[in-house]
């Protein structure tokens, strides 16, 4: 590769990294980047009983949250800004029979009430605490607080019979700090 094409390759990283931060600096205008964070996480493990079943495969990633040092570090944080009120994390992974991969999703609220991959967010309050409606339950969460439910379904055909075993947990991870760039 020619010297000058590399220089302008690394000069346009150099602008858009930057850029792409805008949003997430102006979070930290209080001197603090933090907004309260939950995530719904839905893990679905497969036990193949008899026949042949191809598991789907599943991949994406749009965050990675680093729950030690409660920061968030996003893909694209074009959509977070100082006027929302929650980030909603969603995360699909699938083991074993049941196919593999993994694929999250970031989602804002900037207002309550709001409806968000099927959950209904009631209140975020000033301390973190979220009020919100999953499942037919009615779910109050403090920061460091999750709420799990286990389930397990047969999925039948001619051919196979798999039985799927799903963990769903909704963990309010409280306000937590924003990454300045995805890594």
Same mark, same amino acid.
């Given at each position: 590769?020619?010297?000058?094409? %590399?220089?302008? &390759? &690394?000069?346009?990283?150099? @602008?858009?990294?930057?850029?792409?931060?805008?949003?997430?600096d102006?979070? +930290? %205008?209080?001197?603090?980047?933090?907004?309260?964070?939950i995530?719904?996480k839905?893990n679905?493990?497969?036990?193949?009983?008899?026949?042949?079943?191809?598991?789907?495969?599943? *991949?994406?990633?749009?965050?990675?949250?680093?729950?030690?040092?409660?920061?968030?570090?996003?893909?694209?944080? *074009?959509?977070?800004?100082?006027s929302?009120? %929650?980030?909603?994390?969603?995360?699909?992974?699938?083991?074993?029979?049941?196919?593999?991969?993994?694929?999250?999703?970031? %989602?804002?609220?900037?207002?309550?009430?709001?409806?968000?991959?099927? @959950? #209904?967010?009631d209140?975020?309050?000033?301390?973190?605490?979220?009020?919100?409606?999953?499942? $037919?339950s009615?779910?109050?969460?403090?920061? $460091?607080?999750?709420?799990?439910?286990?389930?397990?379904?047969?999925?039948?055909?001619? $051919?196979?019979r798999?039985?799927?075993? #799903?963990?769903?947990?909704i963990?309010?991870? $409280?306000?937590?700090?924003?990454? +300045?760039?995805?890594?």
């Amino acid at each position: 590769m020619q010297k000058w094409k %590399l220089a302008i &390759i &690394i000069l346009a990283v150099g @602008i858009a990294i930057p850029l792409a931060c805008i949003s997430l600096d102006q979070l +930290s %205008l209080s001197g603090e980047d933090s907004i309260v964070f939950i995530e719904h996480k839905n893990n679905t493990r497969g036990q193949l009983v008899y026949g042949n079943y191809t598991g789907k495969t599943i *991949s994406g990633e749009e965050y990675v949250y680093d729950a030690e040092n409660s920061v968030l570090t996003c893909v694209d944080n *074009s959509r977070i800004n100082s006027s929302l009120k %929650l980030l909603v994390g969603t995360t699909q992974s699938l083991m074993q029979d049941a196919g593999y991969g993994i694929s999250t999703r970031l %989602l804002g609220v900037s207002a309550c009430p709001a409806n968000t991959d099927g @959950i #209904n967010i009631d209140d975020v309050l000033d301390d973190g605490t979220v009020l919100l409606r999953y499942n $037919g339950s009615s779910i109050r969460l403090s920061p $460091g607080q999750r709420w799990v439910r286990v389930y397990s379904e047969n999925v039948e055909t001619d $051919g196979y019979r798999v039985k799927l075993t #799903n963990t769903e947990i909704i963990r309010n991870n $409280g306000k937590i700090r924003l990454a +300045s760039n995805y890594t």
